[in-house]
């Protein structure tokens, strides 16, 4: 007897997605909604992290420029203006220029210092950001450094500790302890 073989006969190639591959697909669109499109939309309290970072920054650059430059009369501080339609920081001078003492203490901002230093007058506000700075309980207008890097505030010396709050669709803070560590909290 004739052994045969026997050729598969020729089928039409499946057209389609499998289950499996829609299901894949329909969880990788689940995931984009959930976590990458809100980041592209709004800024979903992404501003008070913004000013809670700049802040950190402009702290920490002034405290260290009180640590490097210990001449008497020269103040190394940063400036809070925090009225009802304006809420803004930045330095009172950048020139610490030799007889520029007195401007380097004024309780006003510099809005003409770089921007990395200081945020606009109404750059906060127009965000629909609030913002508070706190020595312990009492408001301030002022934190500045001295020598050491500790934090002086015009109210106090912060010996509990000053804290900056930002408060918007979330509420974040920046927090300068007594010994002068400057952090979000």
Known sequence: ???????????KAQEGFTLLELIIVMVLL??????AIPRFTGSGGYSEFTYQNRLISVL???????????????????????T??????????TNYT?????????TTIDFTAPEFLRTTPNEISDSNV?????DGATAVGTIG????????SSASSCSAGCSVTFTGESAVR????????????
């Open 1 to 11: 007897m004739l052994w045969r073989l026997s050729l598969p006969k020729y089928t």
């Open 30 to 35: 689940g995931v984009l909604a959930v976590y």
């Open 60 to 82: 920490r650059n002034m405290q260290v420029r009180a640590m490097q430059d210990s001449r008497p009369n020269f103040c190394h501080q940063i400036n809070f203006i925090n």
């Open 84 to 93: 009802g339609s304006q809420a803004a920081f930045g330095p009172a001078s």
């Open 98 to 106: 030799a007889g520029n003492a007195a401007a380097t203490c004024a």
């Open 130 to 134: 609030a913002m508070s700075v706190l």
């Open 145 to 152: 450094f001295n020598s050491f890097g500790s934090p002086l």
């Open 174 to 185: 920046v927090c300068i302890e007594s010994q002068g560590y400057i952090h979000a909290c």
